[in-house]
């Protein structure tokens, strides 16, 4: 059973950094898609960033520049780097994990930007 577990989000003043971590169990992250996603209160969840098997990555033209999504094949564990962060990027952010038609989600962790 593939299971996501987020940690490291937080209250954060604009202008700070937080690290996020993602780390799974059940299934190795070398395979199929990796990536954070986020949702806002009142919003859809929308697309972060994802990492292929093979190290593509792909940003929201928000974080562009500000977020860097990584991982671990060792630990097992995906990361996303956030900083310069904004008001606007409160939310929950979910670790998500995508192997052909199956699809894998944490249970998210709340970031707040705020000061």
């Known amino acids: 059973q593939v299971q996501l577990v987020e940690s490291g989000g937080g209250l954060v003043q604009p202008g700070g950094s937080l690290r996020l971590s993602c780390a799974a169990s059940g299934s190795t992250i070398r395979i199929g898609i990796m990536g954070w996603y986020r949702q806002a209160p009142g919003k859809q969840r929308e697309l972060v960033a994802t990492m292929t098997a093979i190290g593509t990555t792909n940003y929201a033209d928000s974080v562009k520049g500000r977020f860097t999504i990584s991982r671990d094949n060792a630990k097992n564990t995906v990361y996303l780097q956030m900083n310069n962060l904004k008001p606007e990027d409160t939310a929950v952010y979910y670790c998500?994990?995508?192997?052909?038609?199956?699809?894998?989600w944490g249970q998210g962790t709340q970031v707040t930007v705020s000061s």
């Open positions: 998500n994990r995508q192997t052909g038609s199956l699809t894998y």
